[in-house]
């Protein structure tokens, strides 16, 4: 079931777009039977769940890491991770760079905007995403690649609309900036119920899980 999730999912995103798997609470078999059905990128909510279904599936699959980063995690989190796309704040951002120094990594990291502004959320507000932006492109162990949005949830995904078109508008705000290690590659929006509505808006990452492995058995 799986592997034809995938296979169809591939199907349809169109061409220049991403697909993170979004493995939140599954298991290393199903996140190998995901890579099997085609599946390049990995993406990970906790750390020390990443580190287990690391040792097992290791470099098949890039490894993202889409959840709330916490500072004493990110030491194990810089050793596993290809890309961070939840930064959020200065002081996590110098944490990132203070541990990549000490390994000789250069991490990419995508700045996470609260679109909708809601308090439940993490993420810099819209209005102050370019300023953490100017700041973390001072830290050389970083390079901030584009930003990532969660739009608020509605049942109906067109209502998310909006959300997705803001933080697009921003990462061309910030492109137009050109600031100085900073590089708007990508766009992280969209997940199972919204991304057709996020990559028509400018997503070329998209982040899904439910349409790959099924319902989870909990509430986001
Ligand atoms: C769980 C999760 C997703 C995927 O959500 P689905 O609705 O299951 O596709 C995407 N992004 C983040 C940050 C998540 O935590």
Avoid at 59 to 88: C, S
Avoid at 94 to 108: F, L, V, Y
Avoid at 180 to 197: A, K
Wanted: proline share 3%; charged share 25%.
């Amino acid at each position: 079931m799986i592997k034809e999730n995938v296979k169809k999912l591939l199907c349809e995103i169109p061409e220049g777009v991403s697909l993170v798997a979004a493995a939140k609470a599954r298991t290393p078999s199903e996140v190998l039977q995901a890579i099997e059905g085609g599946v390049e990128i990995i993406g990970e909510n906790y750390v020390q769940e990443a580190q287990r279904a690391h040792a097992i599936v290791g470099h098949r699959a890039k490894w993202h890491f889409i959840g709330h980063l916490q500072t004493n995690k990110v030491k194990k989190a810089v050793q596993i991770f290809d890309m961070i796309e939840t930064v959020d704040t200065l002081k996590i951002a110098s944490e990132i760079d203070t541990h990549c120094a000490r390994i000789g990594k250069i991490m990419p990291v995508l700045i996470e905007v609260n679109s909708g502004n809601e308090e439940s959320k993490s993420g810099v507000g819209p209005e102050r995403a370019i300023e953490l932006v100017k700041e973390v492109a001072g830290l050389s162990n970083i390079k901030v690649m584009g930003l990532m949005t969660i739009a608020p949830y509605f049942d109906d995904p067109e209502k998310s609309r909006r959300y997705f078109s803001s933080t697009r508008r921003i990462s061309e705000e910030i492109k137009a900036s050109k600031i100085q290690n900073v590089q708007m590659r990508y766009l992280s929006m969209g997940m199972s119920d919204s991304w057709r509505v996020a990559v028509e808006e400018g997503s070329n990452m998209v982040r899904i899980g439910t349409a790959i492995f099924g319902t989870r058995d909990y509430e986001r």
